[in-house]
Nanobody, 129 residues
Framework: QVQLVESGGGLKEPGGSLRVSCAAA????????IGWFRQAPGKEREGISC????????YYADSVKGRFTVSRDNAKNTVYLQMNNLKPEDTGEYFC??????????????????????WGQGTQVTVSS
């Protein structure tokens, strides 16, 4: 059974840092580009970052560029999103998703959810003083 599980969310003060993880089960994460999305209360889900299967390509939305870093450890079947200098507007549910297609397919720009086929359940990130 294909499964993605996010973890690492929590409550942080503005300016703080947090790393969320996306672990895969039931498939080899190394064959898939992975996207990160978030959904703030009352807003639509937005793509914020992605990383190609090899890690050679990464993309970031303008809202997180320079503050967030996506990385992966294919040996651990896990993708990470390091979030620094957190802002209250970063509050939301964070999801990872595996792109459609095979190795090196996907992640050609900031992710759009219709190009992703497997989704995790999300992890909540709250930035508040």
């Amino acid at each position: 059974q294909v499964q993605l599980v996010e973890s690492g969310g929590g409550l942080k003060e503005p300016g703080g840092s947090l790393r969320v993880s996306c672990a895969a089960a039931g498939f080899d994460l190394g064959y898939k580009s992975i996207g990160w999305f978030r959904q703030a209360p009352g807003k639509e889900r937005e793509g914020i970052s992605c990383i190609s299967s090899s890690g050679d390509r990464t993309y970031y939305a303008d809202s997180v560029k320079g503050r967030f870093t996506v990385s992966r450890d294919n040996a651990k079947n896990t993708v990470y999103l390091q979030m620094n200098n957190l802002k209250p507007e970063d509050t939301g549910e964070y999801f990872c998703a595996a792109a459609r297609g095979g190795p090196e397919q996907g992640c050609y720009a900031v992710p759009i959810d219709l190009f992703y086929e497997y989704w995790g359940q999300g992890t909540q990130v709250t930035v508040s003083s």
